[in-house]
């Protein structure tokens, strides 16, 4: 089972940026999904999650009003389209799959995770 996060890079203050998570192995339609992202020294964090179905989704107060978490349980994939990127969304963003149907906030409940991707914001 392998879970590939891509889309990261280097943009500026202000500019919109798109990830991607594609599920290999077998299939989490019956599973929430989410992203967690890391910034040097410290505690990888909750981003935003989506139930299985895609009904319900949850975000930090961080990036609420700023992100959108989505997923295509027909390709197997999760997304998050982050708009007015800020230095302090700076950070490895993961996606994981958790063992339940409904969202959590914390990495205990996610079992499977991406290897991460690198996502910058400077001028």
């Known amino acids: 089972v392998q879970l590939q996060a891509s889309g990261g890079g280097l943009v500026q203050p202000g500019d919109s940026l798109k990830l991607s998570c594609a599920a290999s192995?077998?299939?989490?339609?019956?599973?929430?999904v989410a992203w967690f992202r890391q910034a040097p020294g410290k505690e990888r964090e909750f981003v935003a999650g989506?139930?299985?179905?895609?009904?319900?989704?949850y975000y930090s107060d961080s990036v609420k009003g700023r992100f959108t978490i989505s997923r295509d349980n027909a390709k197997n994939t999760e997304y998050i389209e982050m708009n007015i990127l800020e230095p302090e969304d700076t950070a490895i963003y993961y996606c994981?799959?958790?063992?339940?149907?409904?969202?959590?906030?914390?990495?205990?409940?996610?079992?499977?995770w991406g290897q991460g991707t690198l996502v910058t914001v400077s001028s």
């Open positions: 192995g077998r299939t989490f339609n019956n599973n929430a």
């Open positions: 994981a799959a958790s063992r339940r149907a409904w969202v959590a906030t914390t990495t205990a409940e996610y079992n499977y």
């Open positions: 989506i139930n299985w179905n895609g009904g319900t989704t």
